[in-house]
């Protein structure tokens, strides 16, 4: 995926431009340090936890969503979800999940289509991403399968990587805005919950 080099946000295939900054997007932030997967042969950037393109897994302290008690072996190129050998399905040589990996035709990406009130997402992604935060906004069809509580489907609005936690737990304290607007994403196992009392509820994870 396309990043901007002045705000590091990564975006969908096919945009050319950020939209906060307006400065033209490249493939990698730091062209220089690239490696080659040795499973699907693609250049992916040199601090990849995972190849963008097939999934593989790069270093071993990830956790499966479905059975945190087992090491993840990739991740699913469709959502995400970290999976095990036992949860994984490889499919053209990428790794999905189980409810992805069943369907009859591989995925395609495509520009994810935004609920109506996802106007105040953008608006919650835009300013975090001014402050350093990466996040995205919440798509119901892509990133159910990664709730552990599936009643936050109607509530959520954006995802935070667990690791910008604290900057974004005070930005949403100083809008006033609802907390179960935001699910932080565990960086270890791929569950979304939100993080109330510390750790990911799934794996432990901080």
Not at 6 to 27: D, H, R, T
Not at 71 to 97: K, M
Not at 112 to 124: F, K, M, S
Request: charged share 25%.
């Amino acid at each position: 995926m396309p990043f901007c080099p002045e705000c590091e946000c990564k975006y969908a295939q096919g945009v050319a431009q950020c939209p906060i900054c307006a400065s033209p997007l490249v493939e990698t932030l730091n062209e220089a340090s690239t490696w080659v997967c040795d499973e699907c042969k693609e250049e992916i950037p040199g601090d990849a936890r995972f190849c963008p393109v097939c999934g593989t897994a790069f270093v071993d302290d990830l956790r499966c969503l479905t059975q945190p008690d087992q090491p993840a072996h990739g991740r699913c190129v469709v959502c995400g979800q970290h999976v095990c050998g036992d949860c994984g399905i490889r499919r053209q040589g990428r790794y999905f999940c189980e409810r992805h990996g069943l369907e009859e035709e591989s995925p395609v990406e495509e520009e994810i289509l935004y609920r109506a009130e996802d106007r105040e997402a953008l608006n919650y992604r835009r300013y975090l991403a001014q402050q350093g935060v990466d996040c995205r906004v919440f798509s119901a069809e892509q990133d159910a399968g990664l709730l552990l509580d599936t009643r936050s489907i109607d509530e959520a609005r954006i995802i935070v990587p667990s690791k910008h936690q604290a900057s974004a737990r005070e930005w949403m304290a100083s809008r006033s805005i609802d907390k179960g607007h935001v699910l932080f994403q565990c960086e270890r196992c791929s569950a979304l919950n939100g993080f109330d009392g510390g750790g990911c509820a799934n794996c432990g994870g901080s």
